[in-house]
């Protein structure tokens, strides 16, 4: 009776290419969503949108039948109750991004779809992207300069004037970021100097003490200059901030309210509603690039994420650096020398083990092995007077401690990787060699290891894979939500082991989690998961490209 | 008439070189081997005069090829595995402890069943033992792979082409390779272990024409399965059986007059 399953099973048919087929549907399904939505809500955040007219067709909430308010529609659900459940509470709810997150507590609302309803585009409303206020939805009513001189919104050189004031005070803000990043830092640098040398004066006995008054006189010297110095800095920041300040921007928000902010204060205008594709192309590819290049401002929700970028690209470079050796030469030693006995085979099985354990695991590890013991170790020796001051170097977390703990983690996938591709070489070429007269150690060298290349480069691709995109041990050793300096940069010794840096993985999870206003933080947190993937993808890619340029160096077809 | 099918008579080595004896190279004494616990070879001994082709045959499994892989002590790469005896290559007992088995495989080369050339390029391959033994002057290097690629018969088919990777040759090409890399580390022994296997006949028919002239200058042992390759190229022949030496001596007595009914059964193809 139950012949017709039997026969479905046993039968010479092809019905099982239905069953894999499926499993190959389900998975290319599941890879393309990840990737359009990843991809749309990602790059969305940039386009700019038309911004709408609202009127409340009811008293809805704190809003009055007749108020009007500028949003863009975010999102729509129906049988969902965002909203605060009111008369006018419908099952059909849209949500509105109204941004103006200064004026209201936040820059999305729900609201009961039969609530409002769309009356206009309006052509003289503003999108206003500040510094740290968030995007400002307003109706420019004129520029007022420090000498009394306006430029009223609707006068014809208006535009000109804003546009060419707004790039103005990029070179200026690009200009203060230079001195801080450059004479300040030195000048801070230079007093933590003299601090040290101070201590050390203290600690040492060796000193006598005219001596001492000599180094101490000299110290305070130092210290003056370094003052008079700063204070010369500080006063030119000030002044270049007072020119950045020179306009003011008066504007009309909702509820006819009327508000200036210094357009010191704006990165970027535009008119979306006014705009056509290609002028919306421009403020995207601007947009975009600025989200590359520069540093995030209002904890994270604005500006770029060019430190995660430069954080994630050293740490996982740096890892590989670390990984490949070790990995490699363990492997070459489990393959060509271990003998096959049970130690050996432990120690095999431990190590395609370890592939699996969870990388929180890795985290505490790192943090307790490489960040106190070694790092802290290396600060008592080498940076002592630092550490007499409390001012831990290797110390604490920083990038080589996470790549190191990185590294631990891709170990056995290098290890397992290079051993397969070990195996892989033909036994013949290994006995030609050793016919040849060569040393165990010259065959593997010239022979096993170049042969072995193409695979113990996948082992690391699948090793970088892994380590560019791990979150959780990072945490632990050196990322940080906003880091004040990147890893590599123009000061002596260039590349800076001991900084903690940012990471695209923790950004996300910082804006989606932490960031004061979570909901507006969503689109940046898209954007850098697209970055994210981006960014491995062209890892890998790279890391093909070459693996595949050995592979055709020499053709291997004939084994 | 096609070679493979003439008679072994018509076939054997050429009738102008009369074979005189020579001095003894490799003298085995008493050898024994073991894989594990399995024992392949059983108290053979053996003495191979210098500079003269010398054909090991027998059927599959009777230990011919592992006694050739003793001789440069191949076989150290294999776990577990013994020996008993003593083989003296040049008077040297090569498995002395003392004596280092780099300098040995310099002196025995040897050339393998399947072609296994370097994944590298031409010239790469045939230089590669000079390389490793720290020979880095160019001009030397490019004049030794030019002889051996010369003594292998295969310079003018690869002369323009010496740094494209090994594996654009054929076959026959490949394997004329593997044995100018043999040649090039200039040894005075070369084994073949099987060296024409994979081969079709006219590359095959090259390959025994290379080792006819390379005999005057080295001493060559052949393993072999093909009873007309071992008629052709060697001057002496030894049959083995089940890891035993049955009969050893001139070719054209093993093949025209056995002493032994074994030998006589095999050479005439009535078994193996």
């Known amino acids: ?559 | 008439m096609p070679i493979e099918s003439q008679p072994i008579e018509n076939i054997l080595n050429r009738a102008e070189d009369t074979y005189e004896e020579k001095a003894t190279q490799i003298e085995i004494e008493n050898l024994s081997f073991w894989y594990g616990s399995n024992k392949v070879l059983h108290h053979l001994n053996l003495s191979i005069p210098e500079k003269t082709v010398t054909a090991f045959i027998g059927p599959s499994g009777c230990g011919k090829s592992t006694l050739l892989r003793c001789m440069n002590r191949m076989n150290d790469m294999i776990e577990n595995s013994r020996y008993e005896g003593s083989i003296k290559v040049m008077g040297q007992d090569i498995f002395d402890p003392k004596l280092h088995v780099i300098e040995l495989r310099k002196r025995v080369g040897m050339v393998f069943q399947k072609s296994n050339p370097f994944p590298k390029s031409i010239y790469e391959n045939v230089i590669y033992g000079l390389k490793i033994a720290g020979l880095g002057e160019k001009s030397a290097l490019d004049e030794v792979a030019e002889r051996s690629l010369r003594n292998a018969a295969l310079w003018d088919e690869v002369k323009d082409r010496l740094h494209e990777s090994a594996f654009t040759l054929s076959g026959g090409q490949m394997q004329r390779l593997c044995i100018a890399r043999a040649l090039a580390i200039e040894p005075d022994i070369i084994l073949m272990d099987e060296p024409c296997s994979s081969l079709d006949p006219i590359a095959t028919a090259n390959i025994e024409e290379l080792i006819y002239q390379l005999k005057s200058r080295y001493t060559i042992i052949i393993v072999t399965h093909n009873m007309q390759q071992a008629a052709r190229v060697s001057d002496k022949t030894a049959f083995f059986y089940l890891g035993e030496l049955i009969e050893y001596d001139l070719t054209e007595n093993i093949f025209m007059k056995p002493k032994d009914e074994k030998t006589e059964d095999y050479v005439s193809g009535r078994f193996g």
């Open chain 1, 1 to 559: 009776m139950n012949s017709w399953y039997k026969k479905l099973l046993s039968d010479q048919g092809e019905k099982f290419v239905w069953l894999s087929a499926m499993g190959l549907t389900v998975g290319i399904i599941m890879i393309t969503s990840l990737i359009v939505l990843v991809l749309v809500r990602g790059l969305t955040v940039f386009w700019p949108k038309d911004i709408t007219y609202f009127e409340f067709t009811a008293d809805y909430d704190n809003w009055q039948r007749g108020d009007i308010l500028a949003g863009i529609v975010a999102d729509r659900e129906t049988d969902v109750h965002h909203s605060i459940q009111s008369d006018a509470a419908a099952d059909t709810e849209l949500k509105l991004y109204i941004a103006n997150r200064i004026y209201n507590n936040s820059q999305f609302i729900w609201v009961p779809e039969n609530a409002v309803r769309m009356i206009s585009k309006p052509d003289n409303i503003f999108s206003v992207h500040t510094l740290d206020m968030g995007e400002l939805f307003v109706k420019p009513l004129k520029l007022v300069y420090n000498n009394g001189t306006e430029v009223l919104s609707n006068s014809p050189g208006f535009q000109k004037q804003l546009s060419q004031s707004l790039r103005e005070n990029n070179a200026l803000r690009e200009e203060i970021s230079r001195i801080e990043r450059g004479a300040l830092s030195r000048i801070n640098k230079e007093l933590l100097d003299i601090q040290l040398e101070l201590r050390r004066l203290e600690l040492d006995q060796d000193f006598s003490e005219a001596e001492i008054e000599r180094i101490r006189s000299e110290l305070s010297e130092r210290l003056i200059l370094a003052n008079q110095q700063n204070e010369r800095i500080q006063q030119q920041i000030l002044e270049l901030r007072e020119s950045l300040n020179r306009i003011r921007f008066e504007f009309e928000v909702q509820h006819d309210r009327q508000d200036s902010i210094s357009l010191g204060d704006i990165v970027q205008i535009y008119n979306p509603n006014r705009m056509n594709p290609v002028q919306k192309l421009g403020v995207f590819i601007v947009s975009l690039w600025d989200f590359l290049s520069e540093f995030p401002r209002a904890a994270n929700m604005e500006g770029g994420i060019f430190p995660t970028i430069v954080g994630t690209f050293v740490m996982t470079v740096l890892m590989s650096i670390l990984v490949t050796p070790v990995g490699v030469m363990a492997a070459v030693y489990l393959h060509e020398y271990a003998r096959n006995n049970l130690f050996f085979r432990l120690i095999r099985t431990s190590v395609s083990n370890l592939a699996g354990v969870p990388s929180i695991v890795f985290g505490v590890f790192g943090l307790s092995f490489f960040v106190y013991f070694l790092g802290g170790g290396i600060d008592n020796i080498f940076f002592q007077d630092k550490a007499a001051l409390n001012i831990p170097t290797f110390g604490t977390g920083g990038i080589l401690w996470a790549s190191f703990t990185l590294a631990l983690m891709t170990t056995p996938v290098v290890i397992v990787a290079t051993e397969e591709a070990l195996s892989s070489v033909p036994s013949g070429i290994k006995e030609a060699s050793a016919a040849c007269g060569a040393s165990k150690w010259q065959t593997i060298r010239k022979i096993l290891l170049p042969a072995a290349r193409p695979g113990i480069l996948t082992g690391l691709i699948l090793a970088t894979a892994r380590g560019a995109g791990e979150v959780a041990p990072l945490m632990f050793v050196g990322v940080i939500k906003l880091a004040p300096s990147l890893p590599i940069d123009g000061e002596f010794p260039f590349v800076h082991l001991d900084r903690k840096f940012m990471h695209m993985g923790f950004h996300i999870f910082d804006l989606a989690f932490q960031s004061p206003d979570s909901e507006a933080a969503l689109p940046m947190a898209f954007a850098t998961t697209l970055l994210l993937l981006l960014l491995v993808i062209l890892m890998n890619f790279v890391a093909i490209l070459f693996r595949n340029r050995l592979r055709h160096a020499y053709d291997q077809d004939t084994f």
